[in-house]
C-alpha cells in the first residue's frame, strides 16, 4: 500500500468512527454494541469494514482502489461496485462517505 493512501486511511477512520458514535447517541444507543471503522489490504483493494468493538470481523462498507485512490460501494463482501463510484479517498469527505455506507440498492 502506498504511504499516502494509508496515512489517509489513518486520518479518515477515526473520523469515520465519531461519525457513527456520534449518530449512536443522536440514536440513544449509547455503549451498546460500540463499533469502529478498521480497514483490511488485499491484492487490489483496501476493504474498509465496520467492527463491534473487540472483535476482528465486521461488516463491508467499502473498497478503495489502491492504484487510482477511488471509492467503491461493494455488492457484497469482497465484491466491489464499478457503477457506485463515490469519488477519490484523499478529496472525499467523511460525511459524506458515511452517508453512502447502506447504498447498496440506490
Known amino acids: 500500500m502506498k504511504e499516502s493512501l494509508a496515512k489517509r486511511l489513518f486520518e479518515l ?3 469515520l468512527t465519531a461519525i457513527e458514535n456520534r449518530e449512536r447517541i443522536k440514536k440513544d444507543m449509547g455503549e451498546v454494541n460500540k463499533q469502529v471503522f478498521m480497514f483490511k489490504e488485499k491484492n487490489k483493494y483496501v476493504n474498509i469494514d465496520i467492527c463491534p ?10 473498497m478503495i482502489d489502491k492504484e487510482t485512490g477511488d471509492v467503491f460501494n461493494i455488492k457484497g463482501y469482497g465484491q466491489v461496485d464499478k457503477k457506485k463510484n463515490l469519488g477519490n479517498i484523499f478529496t472525499i469527505d467523511p460525511e459524506f462517505l458515511y452517508s453512502k455506507r447502506w447504498n447498496y440498492l440506490r
Open 53 to 62: 468493538v473487540g472483535y476482528g470481523n465486521g461488516s463491508g462498507c467499502w
Open 13 to 15: 477512520l477515526p473520523l
